[in-house]
């Protein structure tokens, strides 16, 4: 509908999702910064390339059953949707930076996980509590601010290390099929820059990318443990039938 009809995004949509992700985003925009950002992520979510992520998504999944296994030994009650959750966040870390973000190794000892659930926890408050509560609206959203700066520098840093990687081995734009989403991202834009310009990542493109990378997360995470979560228990329940 708001393609074909360019329809205007509800201003609803910027209150709940930019505070959590930045303006500026794929979710919230339109016109021309939407088709930029758009043309950013695109690559990424074709058929083909999703498909040859199967292997690095697998290791993952696998990891995941090994945890599962582990806890159905042991017999006790454990809540599903936190370790889908973690399994979610490193299959995002690994079809977007090449490995995983060591969610399910090190659960809340790892830096994304902590601050991921710092940040939307902090963000969940904000939403809940009443508008006139200034004083718990305000040490929320700073709270929120500060996980989402600390997010930041962590995801910063693989994104200039996968930059270096990317511009020193001059990956070929051929190979499309089989790169992973940051150098999708990255390989437009050094293609695009003269020589003498991509010693550094232009802070724009950086603030773009790190957009994208939120997206990702809250977009992602969120949506798949859900659906995870509902598909594990209506089939549990259908077996159960049977």
């Known amino acids: 509908m708001t393609v074909s009809r360019n329809h205007e995004k509800h201003v609803a949509e910027k209150e709940a999702i930019d505070p959590l992700i930045g303006e500026g985003n794929i979710v919230t925009s339109e016109g021309a910064r939407w088709k930029k950002m758009h043309k950013m992520l695109a690559p990424a979510f074709s058929i083909t390339h999703v498909t040859n992520m199967r292997a690095m998504i697998a290791e993952n999944v696998m990891e995941f059953r090994t945890i ?31 490995h995983s973000l060591d969610a399910q190794a090190m659960g809340h000892n790892s830096s994304v996980m902590r601050h991921w659930e710092d940040m939307t926890r902090a963000n969940m408050q904000t939403r809940e509590s009443w508008r006139i509560d200034v004083v718990r609206n305000y040490m929320a959203t700073k709270r929120r601010d500060e996980a989402k700066r600390k997010l930041d520098t962590v995801l910063t840093e693989l994104i200039e290390k996968r930059f270096d990687y990317v511009r020193q081995n001059e990956v070929s734009l051929e190979k499309r099929k ?10 437009e834009y050094l293609q695009e820059t003269p020589q003498k310009s991509q010693q550094c990542l232009d802070p724009a493109l950086l603030e773009d990318v790190l957009l994208q990378m939120r997206a990702l997360l809250v977009g992602g995470t969120g949506t798949t443990t859900d659906t995870v979560c509902f598909t594990y228990m209506l089939l549990s329940s259908l077996a159960g039938v049977v």
């Open 68 to 98: 599962l296994a582990g806890l159905a030994e042991t017999g006790e009650a454990f809540e599903l949707e936190k370790y889908v959750e973690r399994l979610t966040l490193d299959v995002i870390g690994t079809t977007t930076f090449g």
């Open 178 to 187: 089989d790169s992973i989403i940051i150098d999708l991202i990255l390989r």
